[in-house]
């Protein structure tokens, strides 16, 4: 119980690095640095059964996915020929740059902290949960920002 209440833990506070720091980087690189939080919420526009099936896809599907594409497939193809702690962070890398360039920076930690969990726990289910629960704190971390500052 206690590795579940850490991931969890882990996964938002990498999710909340992400979410704060990267529109502060992106606004002020578009030289809106006034505007840091404006528009930041990501369910505006969204009728209900829109806001169900974005959130059940991108907190179930999605990770799952991914997981499966970069932490079982790719994982398993590079550690037939590198050890494990090198095809960690190579799916890491790997992982971090698939998401968006930009994000890169942000995505990196907790790509790194997913290959983390695949390399101690020996399985790919405890990364799709912290990627679920990542996924959840990206969608609602902006949302709660723009109820709280905006």
Do not use: H, Q
């Not at 594409?69 to 890491?92: H, N, P």
């Not at 698939?98 to 990364?127: D, K, V």
């Not at 949960?129 to 709280?148: D, E, G, H, R, Y």
């Amino acid at each position: 119980m206690n590795r579940f209440f850490s991931i969890i833990t882990i996964s938002c506070m990498l999710s909340f690095y992400k979410v704060v720091f990267s529109n502060i980087i992106f606004n002020v690189i578009d030289g809106n640095p006034d505007l840091i939080f404006k528009n930041i919420n990501p369910l505006v526009g969204f009728d209900l059964l829109s806001l169900i099936m974005y959130l059940l896809i991108a907190t179930t599907v999605f990770p799952l996915v991914w997981e499966l594409l970069f932490r079982g497939l790719l994982w398993g193809f590079l550690s037939s020929f590198a050890d494990r702690w090198t095809t960690g962070i190579i799916v890491a890398v790997a992982y971090s740059l698939f998401g968006m360039i930009l994000n890169f920076p942000f995505l990196l930690p907790f790509a790194l902290y997913l290959s983390y969990l695949r390399y101690s726990r020996e399985s790919i289910w405890p990364g799709v949960f912290a990627n679920s629960v990542f996924a959840a704190s990206n969608i609602l971390i902006p949302f709660i920002f723009s109820i709280l500052f905006l």
